[in-house]
């Protein structure tokens, strides 16, 4: 398992929901979150290590020895979200890439845990923000998509780089092509979802 980068296919899949929590499944998440602490993040979305799946993890602390502030989503939803908030984001699939982002500052989320019971937080601050960040990967949304016109210009080189270098990777071998990449999502989905 490893981290996917921009403009990786499975980056725009927009998942299913997760039929059943199972002990694969719990192996998954264990590895999910051994990748985003050596990468340093907060989040990590399915998406992001290639699984189309509706699920992700989070510690807002973003340290392993931070273990009660490890959390599991599965099959996230929003019952609500209020006000509006600016702050900085990156995520692990864009490496180096930071811009202002906005977003609701107040949710309430839904999702199942890796025990399989329903959970309901209210969060706001940096928690909301993390949450909504990678509820945006599993629709296939990355935080590129949620900038101004003039945020998203001050990224447009960079994200030619980070196409350019993609493609040209794929047409060395060294990464599957689109359509094998689709082939794998499509198995991995009638399997789970
Ligand atoms: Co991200």
């Known amino acids: ?12 899949h927009v998942s299913k929901d997760l039929r059943l ?32 799946y509706r699920l992700f993890i989070a510690n807002p602390e973003g340290e392993p020895d931070s273990k009660e502030t490890e959390f599991v989503f599965i099959n996230p939803r929003f019952l609500e979200r209020k006000g509006m908030a600016e702050a900085e984001e990156g995520c ?6 930071y811009a202002q982002v906005k977003r609701p500052e107040q949710v309430v989320i839904n999702a199942y845990n890796l025990a399989g019971e329903e959970i309901k937080y209210e969060l706001d601050g940096l928690f909301a923000r993390i949450v909504q ?11 590129i998509d949620r900038l101004t016109p003039t945020g ?32 794998r999502l499509n198995e991995l989905e009638l399997a789970r979802t």
């Open 1 to 12: 398992m490893r981290i996917v980068h921009y403009p990786h296919p499975t980056l725009r």
């Open 133 to 143: 960040h990678e509820c945006d990967h599993l629709d296939g949304v990355l935080f």
């Open 21 to 52: 929590v199972d002990a694969d499944l719990r192996k998954t998440v264990a590895e999910m979150f051994e990748l985003m602490y050596e990468a340093r993040g907060v989040g990590l979305a399915a998406n992001q290590v290639d699984l189309p």
């Open 152 to 183: 998203r210009m001050a990224l447009s080189e960079s994200l030619a780089e980070f196409e350019l270098d993609f493609r040209s990777h794929q047409d060395r071998g060294e990464l599957p092509s689109d359509d094998e990449i689709a082939a």
């Open 92 to 97: 692990l699939s864009l490496p180096g890439l």
